[in-house]
T-cell receptor, first 113, second 113 residues
Framework: KAGVTQTPRYLIKTRGQQVTLSCSPI?????VSWYQQTPGQGLQFLFE???????NKGNFPGRFSGRQFSNSRSEMNVSTLELGDSALYLC????????????FGPGTRLTVL | DQQVKQNSPSLSVQEGRISILNCDYT??????FLWYKKYPAEGPTFLIS?????DKNEDGRFTVFLNKSAKHLSLHIVPSQPGDSAVYFC????????????FGTGTRLTVIP
């Protein structure tokens, strides 16, 4: 099976712009979660989508949003970018069930100038 | 509030010896624990997991021990190999049905040939 894919791998934006990141989960996986990794905060949970519905949300401002399509592919959007949004954004997919491990993609490195 | 803590940011071990990575958690609702390994510019790779109904799980050179009363888990790698050099993240989740993982800040393991 192909792994989790994320596009683009690298992105440079300026403050105030918005950005959309894409994630394609492993075939058959219906849960997609997004995480932000920064040097200071480590890996932090953004949100999870399951069957096109947001099932859980982390403690991030409303500028961070996402969605999931019927084929389980997911996008996340960040509006009005701030310098502090510079991070590695990781997508993870897992099969149905809460005791399954999550499989991560390679991430999208976002730099906000 | 960091609910999962890895207090050692780095660890160096000679090749062939045992590597012990430690992790503490504060939330007693956590009942499933995972270890991930991460190389630079890649997403985390799942290594091994343990449910709270067990106190040990073994997979090849990797063994995870869970001490629920102390809210502590550890990952043992025996024997350590240079290819094990990476950042190791401990993660935890709860049985509430939410699929999000709470991650520690990671321990950088260096295995010296």
């Amino acid at each position: 099976k192909a792994g989790v894919t994320q596009t683009p791998r690298y992105l440079i934006k300026t403050r105030g712009q918005q950005v959309t990141l894409s994630c394609s989960p492993i075939s058959g996986h219906r849960s997609v979660s997004w995480y932000q990794q920064t040097p200071g905060q480590g890996l932090q949970f953004l949100f999870e989508y399951f069957s096109e519905t947001q099932r859980n949300k982390g403690n991030f401002p409303g500028r961070f949003s996402g969605r999931q399509f019927s084929n389980s592919r997911s996008e996340m959007n960040v509006s009005t970018l701030e310098l502090g949004d510079s991070a590695l954004y990781l997508c993870a997919s897992s099969p149905q069930g809460i005791y399954n491990e999550q499989f991560f993609g390679p991430g999208t490195r976002l730099t906000v100038l | 509030d960091q609910q999962v803590k890895q207090n050692s940011p780095s660890l160096s071990v000679q090749e062939g010896r045992i590597s012990i990575l430690n992790c503490d958690y504060t939330n007693s609702m956590f009942d499933y624990f995972l270890w991930y390994k991460k190389y630079p510019a890649e997403g985390p790779t799942f290594l091994i997991s343990i449910s709270s109904i067990k106190d040990k799980n073994e997979d090849g050179r990797f063994t995870v021990f869970l001490n629920k009363s102390a809210k502590h888990l550890s990952l043992h790698i025996v024997p350590s190999q240079p290819g094990d050099s990476a950042v190791y993240f401990c993660a935890a989740k709860s049985q509430t049905g939410a699929n999000n993982l709470f991650f520690g800040t990671g321990t950088r393991l260096t295995v010296i040939p």
